[in-house]
T-cell receptor, first 114, second 113 residues
Framework: AQSVSQHNHHVILSEAASLELGCNYSYGGTVNLFWYVQYPGQHLQLLLKYFSGDPLVKGIKGFEAEFIKSKFSFNLRKPSVQWSDTAEYFCAVKPNQAGTALIFGKGTTLSVSS | DVKVTQSSRYLVKRTGEKVFLECVQDMDHENMFWYRQDPGLGLRLIYFSYDVKMKEKGDIPEGYSVSREKKERFSLILESASTNQTSMYLC????????????FGSGTQLSVL
């Protein structure tokens, strides 16, 4: 079965620090990759997605992610975090195959102190 | 804007009760999903549906069933609620294309006592 691993359960940073959240998946075929964010008390919302083309994708609020096929990874990055980035971040993978659904990682809680 | 509406924000039920969680989307999406979200476990897929009257088991279907009689509505049913089903339940929908994002409802926090 497909799975998604997020390396960090809880990350604590100061404002202006750089962020990298790890995500690895297990699936040998073609995949679509997503990062979702859930701010406190709010819906899950899409940060960015990759399905083909340039492996470096840019999302909202200055986030970007790089798909490295050989490493089965899709790490999320931001050069300088803000207090408002405090949230839970979920990596998700959708095998490009009929009859499959989006599988989520366990999430990483990011706490940014001002 | 796509709207995914879950009928209840908070629900408290007793062990053994039959529980219905309703989800309606207004954008004619083919695909609908039920996840549960638990601290430290992320989102886990319970059931999903790619079309009316069609359903597929996700990773944790035990103790749940679903119904999709109309395209816009996807119901999650707990046949006999148990305390380990206390959780936040999230409904989501998506158009037919695999690379499209999910649209989530605001969730139903179910407590089973």
């Amino acid at each position: 079965a497909q799975s998604v691993s997020q390396h960090n359960h809880h990350v604590i940073l100061s404002e202006a620090a750089s962020l990298e959240l790890g995500c690895n998946y297990s699936y040998g075929g073609t995949v679509n990759l997503f990062w979702y964010v859930q701010y406190p008390g709010q819906h899950l919302q899409l940060l960015l997605k990759y399905f083909s083309g340039d492996p470096l994708v840019k999302g909202i609020k200055g986030f970007e992610a790089e798909f490295i096929k050989s490493k089965f990874s899709f790490n999320l990055r931001k050069p300088s975090v803000q207090w408002s980035d405090t949230a839970e971040y979920f990596c998700a993978v959708k095998p490009n195959q009929a009859g499959t659904a989006l599988i989520f990682g366990k999430g990483t809680t990011l706490s940014v102190s001002s | 804007d796509v709207k995914v509406t879950q009928s209840s924000r908070y629900l408290v039920k007793r062990t053994g009760e039959k529980v219905f969680l309703e989800c309606v989307q207004d954008m004619d999406h083919e695909n609908m999903f039920w996840y549960r979200q638990d601290p430290g476990l992320g989102l886990r897929l319970i059931y999903f549906s790619y079309d009316v009257k069609m359903k597929e088991k996700g990773d944790i279907p035990e103790g749940y069933s679903v119904s999709r009689e109309k395209k816009e509505r996807f119901s999650l049913i707990l046949e006999s609620a148990s305390t380990n089903q206390t959780s936040m339940y999230l409904c989501a929908s998506r158009p037919g294309q695999a690379n499209e994002k999910l649209f989530f409802g605001s969730g139903t926090q179910l407590s089973v006592l």
